[in-house]
Each structure stands twice: as C-alpha cells, then as structure tokens.
C-alpha cells in the first residue's frame, strides 16, 4: 500500500471542499471496498478523508411519508430496521444477500453505492483495463466473461456493477442527496446516479469532483410483494449472475430491475407495462439490444428463468 495523509473531516461541506480542491485525495467511511483496493494499489489515494464524524448515520421519516437515510447508516442497521421491513422490504432482502455478516456491520449506505466493479480484469493490475487505467484497452471483451454484462456495455468495457442494494434502489425509485465542494446541495434519482460506460468506463457515477453523498432518500411506501431473488455460483458471498428485484401488485402492475447484467442496475419503465403478458414479454424488452459473449449467453435465458421465478412467488 503506498503512503497517505489522513484526516478526519467535521462537516459534509468541509468534507467535499477537501476532496475536490487536493489532488488525489478520497473520502472514507467503512472501507470495505476502498481498503482492498488501496491494498492491491489500484486505488492509490494520496489524502484520505474520513467522513464517519459528521453524523449522517440516521434514518428519519420524511414529511411526504418517505424514508431518509443518512450515508454513514451501516447495511446491518439499515436491512434490520423495523420500517424498511415492514414498507421496503425488497431493500432488506436485497442488502442481506450482498456480503457477509461482518462486512455488512462495517459497509455504508454511501459507500454501497459507490462501489467499485468485481471485473477480474479490473482487480488484474497486469491485464489491461479501461476502468482503471483508460486507454488501455478492455481484456474482458476476448476473456473470461461469464460474469460480465450483456447489457449497456460499450467497445471500451463490459464489467458489470456488483451492486444487491443499488438493484433495490432502482426498483423503489430512491433518490441520492449530495453536497458539492462549493456547499451547494442537490438530490440525483436513483436512475440517474450510475453511469454507463460509454468511452469513459473509469467514470462510475455522475458525482462531481469531491460531491459526497449525504443521504438517500426513498418515497413512501408503495405496496404490494417485496422480492429479491440472486443466483449465483454458489449459496453465499459471491457476486450476481443475474439478481431480480421486484414489486408486484395484485392488479399486474410492478416494478422489475435487475442486477448481475449491466455496468448499472437495469430498469426499464417500458418493460414493466408487459408484465401482465409474463416473463418472457417483459425479458424481450428489457433486454433488447443486449450483446453477449460466447460465455454469458446463458443469462438472457437465466433472466426470463429468474423473473418467473419471483412472478410465481408474488402469486403466492
């Protein structure tokens, strides 16, 4: 691990001031993700500010009759509190199929979001990889894929986000409150907050340069059964090949997303209108234009598979 300077921050403004005006410094909080990767010196800050100071470790009721929850709220304390299980229990589920018990005690509702890719060819510092270090080119493409994505990637980069609760996210139209370096704030939907990779794979999220996430924010409840189904290479602690995350109304109507496909989580509003015509209508439109390896194939198949799955567990 190469050296840094440390510091621990006393506000969110003073936070992203620091960040985006000192050249190569990071903020931390659980480090679950950004301590391996410092380790293995793909990450390789030079300052780290710590954010676990600031107090943004609360989840309140909002007066529209919603849910804020602050950034630095564990993903232990955010799946076991008593109203995301009882009014989003799709986020619960979605959480406690990501990780371990430890690492979900320390993990953050901010820094889940922000994870980084599970690509082997990312965490490869040997093998060329857009996403760490662009221009290099994108060794998953003529790799090994079985993991990657079918969906959304580019010429440049086919990894996929390894997100459970970002899945969650998207399906319960959550937005991501900030506060940007000039202490201005301002509230990103769920939609919008991931980034495909286009020519710029190394650019995760639509952040600015030292934005932190303060909170997210979710709308009041919706209603109707909560699923998260993943399936994976094997029974624990492994990343999605395809996870569904679903709300389904007894009326037909819901909300689909799906993670494990795509280097965001994958929703399409469109999609959703077909779910009364089953799951292989809903699969077509929502994975039209998708783009295969040999290797990974198998997942448009494993989609329609796992969205009959959880359509069959929502009729009872």
């Avoid at 010196?41 to 500010?49: N, S, Y």
């Avoid at 710590?50 to 993903?75: F, M, P, Y």
Wanted: with cysteine; net charge positive.
């Amino acid at each position: 691990m190469k050296e840094f300077t440390y510091e621990r921050a006393t506000t969110a403004a003073d936070a992203a001031r620091t960040v985006a005006s000192r050249t190569g410094a990071k903020f931390i909080a659980g480090g679950t993700n950004l301590l391996d990767l410092m380790k293995l010196e793909i990450e390789t800050p030079t300052h780290l500010v710590d954010v676990q100071d600031l107090g943004l470790n609360t989840i309140d009721g909002t007066a529209e009759g919603g849910l804020r929850i602050g950034t630095l709220v564990t993903n232990t304390e955010l799946a076991s509190h008593p109203k995301v299980r009882r009014d989003y229990g799709l986020l619960s589920r979605a959480i406690v199929a990501g990780a371990s018990g430890q690492l979900r005690n320390k993990a953050t509702t901010g820094g889940n979001l922000l994870q980084r890719t599970r690509c082997p060819y990312f965490y490869d510092t040997n093998m060329p990889c857009n996403k760490r270090i662009p221009g290099s080119g994108c060794s998953g493409i003529s790799g090994f894929s079985r993991h990657l994505a079918v969906i959304g990637g580019t010429s440049s980069c086919i990894a996929t986000n390894p997100g459970d609760m970002a899945v969650a996210l998207r399906a319960l139209d959550a937005s991501v409150e900030t506060v940007r370096a000039d202490g201005r704030y301002r509230t990103i939907p769920i939609a919008d907050f991931h980034r495909l990779p286009g020519t710029t794979p190394h650019i995760d999220s639509n952040l600015e340069p030292g934005e932190l996430i303060t909170a997210v924010t979710l709308p009041p409840p919706v209603g109707g059964k909560h699923l998260y189904h993943k399936v994976r290479d094997r029974a624990s602690y492994a990343f999605a090949l395809v996870s569904v995350a679903a709300i389904i109304h007894e009326d037909g109507r819901g909300r689909v997303a799906v993670g494990g496909i795509a280097p965001k989580p994958w929703r399409l509003e469109s999609a959703e209108q077909l779910l009364a015509h089953g799951p292989k209508a809903v699969t077509q439109q929502l994975l039209a234009g998708a783009q295969p390896t040999q290797e990974n194939g198998f997942k448009l198949p494993l989609v329609e598979r796992t969205l009959a799955y959880v359509m069959a567990n929502a009729r009872g």
